[in-house]
């Protein structure tokens, strides 16, 4: 039996009153990861928004993930970056963020691609949209068992991202999901709620290997 585990991702605003609410969430139940993702801002911008956020989860021990930029990882001293397939190598971001640091790789739903990023030395890739989203349109949908292939064929862990939610992540969970990379269905209502709720799918189901 896997344990699957939540990876938050932040909504495009994260001003005003959002660090009161990703502490709400944290508080809620375990949170594994929290990725920073900004657009069109500057990089001093984005470096403000993130402090108060990435304090918030050194203190309930989640991980704090950017999204995108090496660079800005590197200035925030992140606990790691996760990259698009036109964000930059793997290897690039381990020789500029050090040997600890956590390195995703979006895979889309590529079999290939997550090979290769395992190759180059990704901690984790991620597979999706497995659901249509509307924080990030995919045309790419990837089959369950794609996931069940990665968990029983690949030591790297696999996230599972794409309008995921409490309801649909079922499935999801028993194909072998390592993490649930979730946005909207968080922060578009009660974050605690929402969260309490993941925690109870990912203890209802659980992705269960053949002998």
């Not at 949170?31 to 984005?46: C, I, L």
């Not at 090496?70 to 200035?75: D, E, G």
């Not at 390195?103 to 991620?126: F, M, N, P, Q």
Request: proline share 5%; glycine share 8%.
């Amino acid at each position: 039996m896997t344990d699957c585990q939540l990876y938050l991702i932040s909504p495009p605003d994260v001003g005003d009153s959002f660090p009161g609410r990703l502490e709400s969430a944290l508080s809620a139940g375990d949170v594994a990861a929290f990725q920073f993702r900004v657009k069109d801002v500057d990089q001093h911008t984005a470096a403000i928004l993130a402090g108060p956020l990435q304090e918030i989860c050194a203190a309930k021990d989640c991980a704090f993930i950017v999204n995108d930029s090496i660079a800005l990882a590197k200035r925030l001293g992140a606990d790691g970056v996760h990259l698009g397939q036109s964000d930059g190598d793997p290897r690039e971001a381990r020789e500029e963020l050090g040997r600890e640091a956590q390195i995703g790789v979006t895979c889309h739903a590529s079999r290939h691609l997550a090979l290769e990023a395992g190759d180059a030395g990704a901690d984790y890739v991620a597979f999706g949209s497995f659901f249509p989203s509307t924080t990030k349109i995919s045309e790419h949908r990837p089959e369950l068992d794609l996931l069940t292939w990665w968990q029983t064929m690949v030591e790297i862990p696999c996230v599972a991202i794409g309008g995921i939610t409490p309801q649909n992540c079922g499935p999801i969970i028993q194909a072998g999901a390592d993490f649930l990379a979730v946005s909207q269905a968080v922060w578009s209502g009660n974050e605690a709620e929402a969260v309490r709720a993941f925690h109870r799918a990912m203890q209802e189901y659980a992705f269960q290997p053949d002998d």
